[in-house]
């Protein structure tokens, strides 16, 4: 057995789909028979990131409490992958996603002043990420996404490893005529497409339940009312992990719509409680995990096409409870006893 330190970054007071994953591993090397614990470095404000990488590289992982030995290194994402340690592994949530996949529309919003400095420190970033990657023991991606973004930015090999659901008590209880969506209330998140989709002609009487908070919500609550869904669009707030699952358990179908998403727990969370999932083209890892007309649908970004998914979905209970299965079916394959393996092994 060996004692494995779990490397993540994170700003402070923030929760989010790379904590979960960070804890959930921990949980399964220990179940696993591993000695497992969590480090936290810190991801500073734009501007200060440099800092924030030189403070992952001096952080000590070679030995535990007690000077135990640590075998071996996991890391998930910036800047902690550039914790320094012979036996490193990367499983890799996302770079500084402004420096790679989203500069175009980061940079838009610059002085030209702005522009000059942050794209100077792109190219640090850029060169430390590189010198960081080819240092690795290994290297795994949570999605076909990321491993585009490696291969695209720097030629960096990967492997996919998609996490499995966070361990929680999943249940399918029914299929009650609703929509449920969650997760951060951001742009990227696009919860305005949702919107749009619901107030087509075709998809005339859905209700959706929307979970989560987030900066968007004034101008979502705007948009709602502007598309006169008042009465078909519930805006639920943030959500207890036991609220979220019977929120999972009970409906109908889950939309998912982000863009460019990293991985996204909802898809197999929804999957996990047997539920079909309704996506779009361009969102990253849930279109790479749905199966369209088989776990759920996959549209085109578009509020028309997606309306029509959404439809579908809730016009044919017995279709949904097959997608549903096929779903489920996914997420059971999926367990954190085999990642560690892969991880370890």
């Known amino acids: 057995m060996a004692t494995v330190a779990v490397v993540t970054s994170s700003p402070p007071f923030a929760e989010g789909g790379h904590l979960v994953m960070a804890r959930e591993l921990v949980r399964a090397l220990r179940e696993s028979g591993h000695t497992a614990g969590l480090i936290v470095t810190p991801q500073n404000r734009f501007g200060q990131q440099g ?8 952080t000590d992982v070679g030995l535990a409490h007690e000077e135990q030995p640590i075998d071996k290194v996991i890391s998930l994402r910036f800047p902690a992958y550039a914790v320094q340690h012979p036996h490193h592994v990367l499983w890799l949530n996302h770079t500084m996603r402004e420096y790679y996949d989203l500069w175009d529309r980061f940079q838009a919003h610059l002085s030209w002043k702005g522009r000059i400095k942050e794209r100077a420190r792109r190219a640090l970033i850029h060169r430390a990420d590189a010198y960081c990657f080819k240092r690795m023991e290994k290297r795994f991606v949570i999605s076909a996404t990321v491993q585009a973004r490696l291969q695209q930015w720097g030629g960096i090999q990967s492997s996919v490893l998609y996490p499995p659901p966070p361990a929680r008590e999943y249940r399918c209880d029914s299929y009650e005529p609703y929509i449920f969506a969650v997760s951060r209330l951001a742009p990227l998140k696009r919860f305005d497409l949702l919107l749009r989709a619901l107030a087509e002609p075709v998809a005339t009487g859905i209700r959706c339940v929307i979970a989560g908070e987030g900066a968007e919500l004034p101008a979502l609550v705007q948009l709602r009312a502007r598309l006169g869904l008042q009465d078909r669009v519930e ?4 959500l207890t992990d036991a609220e979220m699952v019977g929120h999972l358990a009970r409906c109908r179908a889950v939309a998912f719509v982000p863009w460019n998403e990293d991985y996204g727990f909802v898809t197999v969370e929804a999957f996990a409680c047997a539920k079909p999932v309704v996506t779009v083209t361009d969102s990253g890892g849930p279109a790479e995990l749905v199966k369209d007309g088989v776990s759920g649908y996959v549209t085109e970004p578009i509020p028309e096409a997606l309306a029509v998914g959404l439809r579908d979905v809730m016009a044919d209970r ?6 549903g299965e096929a779903g489920h ?12 393996e892969i991880l370890l092994r």
């Open 51 to 58: 800092t924030a990488y030189l403070a992952a590289w001096c």
């Open 235 to 238: 805006f639920a707030g943030r």
């Open 318 to 323: 017995t279709r949904a409870i097959r997608m």
């Open 329 to 340: 079916a996914t997420a059971a394959a999926m367990t954190w006893a085999s990642a560690v």
